[in-house]
């Protein structure tokens, strides 16, 4: 019996897709720490971390989060982009709608490509309102060289923005008697 040649091709096209389809679903971006808890006034920064992606050209990422919780002070390339010392592009784009409440961010290597695992950016945030606030995984888009897409997986994370913690007052005296 002999076998016909586009049904080789089309058997083999099935099955690069499958195996792309494997891929994007095997590969995970989160933010860490997931569940942070930062002093309302206080600074601080969150990474979107990826697992292995072997041929990483560009990605893009929106996350949003609770504008009266957090202000968003910028972003700032992590070791995916900077590891291979090669050019790359990354910016922050302006959120225009009010009030600001997404981080999105797009960087892409100007030559060769990257890979994971590692930092894909560090998020810089101020705490500005007391309560809780999830940071809401809205996209994430990676491309290979060739520019096909992959959507991985993405776990979102949680910020507790807590009060100050009363100090007990001390007495000069009670002061003194502790270093006698």
């Known amino acids: 019996m002999r076998s016909h040649p586009v049904v080789h091709v089309s058997v083999l096209a099935v ?17 860490i720490p997931a569940d942070t808890t930062v002093t309302i006034g206080g600074s601080f920064s969150l990474r979107l971390v990826t697992d292995a992606f ?12 609770d504008a009266s919780k957090l202000q968003l002070t910028g972003a700032n ?9 090669n050019p790359y592009s990354a910016f922050l784009v302006p959120d225009t709608a009010a009030p600001p409440d997404s981080a999105w961010y797009d960087a892409a290597m100007l030559v060769g490509s990257s890979a994971g695992p590692g930092i894909l950016v560090f998020f810089n945030f101020n705490a500005v309102g007391l309560g809780d606030c999830p940071i809401v995984c809205q996209l994430v888009d990676f491309r290979d060289s060739n520019n096909n897409r992959t959507l991985p997986n993405c776990v979102g994370g949680m910020v507790h923005v807590v009060g100050p913690v009363p100090a007990l007052k001390e007495t000069w005296g009670r002061l003194k008697s502790l270093y006698r």
């Open 15 to 31: 099955a690069a897709l499958l195996a792309t389809a494997a891929l994007s679903r095997a590969v995970t971006v989160s933010v």
């Open 54 to 65: 072997p041929d990483l050209k560009g990605f893009e990422t929106i996350h949003s989060f």
């Open 77 to 85: 390339p992590g070791d995916v982009l900077t590891s291979s010392g």
